[in-house]
């Protein structure tokens, strides 16, 4: 039964693995069929908040690996999941709810060169990539905590008078 304490440390890996993979990708492109690109304004690199949502994911994951040891630590991995998902939830909303760049709707950008033309705008992999690591690094938090101790094993069938 050793090899189910690293049930939870593998799901983080794989959550941080999908939060790394996530912040390479765009959260919105030019829906297929309509002309036009969208040009980020940081030329490529990864900004702070991408940068510390992949840090996020390996601090849940060394957090699994802690958990293995001390049950409490499993709260890491659950509050940084957590973190992750209110930050994708977050970049969502905030897209749903811009009247500059309305999502799954045609609109005339104010742009040079689209002088009539519409474009919709369509989320990218990177929120649904986001969530998805988010909530495997919550149920590895959930699994660490639900893991029994050896202190605690047992089937809890004994009785009190039966044990004199």
């Given amino acids: 039964m050793k090899n ?7 799901v983080a890996v794989v959550g941080c693995a999908a939060i790394v993979v996530g912040v390479y990708q765009g959260l919105i492109h030019v829906a297929p069929g309509y002309e036009g690109t969208i040009v980020s304004g940081w030329g490529g690199d990864l900004n702070h908040e991408e940068l510390l949502l992949a840090q996020l994911g390996a601090v849940g994951v060394g957090g699994a690996v802690a958990a293995t040891r001390w049950k409490r630590a499993a709260t890491v991995p659950l509050v940084t999941g957590g973190i992750v998902l209110f930050y994708a939830l977050r970049a969502v909303v905030g897209l749903f709810l811009s ?8 609109f005339s950008p104010p742009a040079p060169g689209f002088e009539g033309e519409t474009v919709v705008f369509v989320l990218g992999a990177e929120p649904f990539l986001l969530a998805a690591g988010g909530l495997l690094l919550a149920g590895s938090g959930i699994a660490g905590l639900r893991r029994r101790t050896p202190g605690e094993e047992g ?3 004994t009785l009190l008078s039966s044990q004199a």
């Fill in 155 to 157: 089937d809890g069938t």
């Fill in 4 to 10: 189910r304490r690293l049930v939870p440390v593998g």
């Fill in 99 to 106: 009247p500059t760049r309305p999502l799954y709707r045609e």
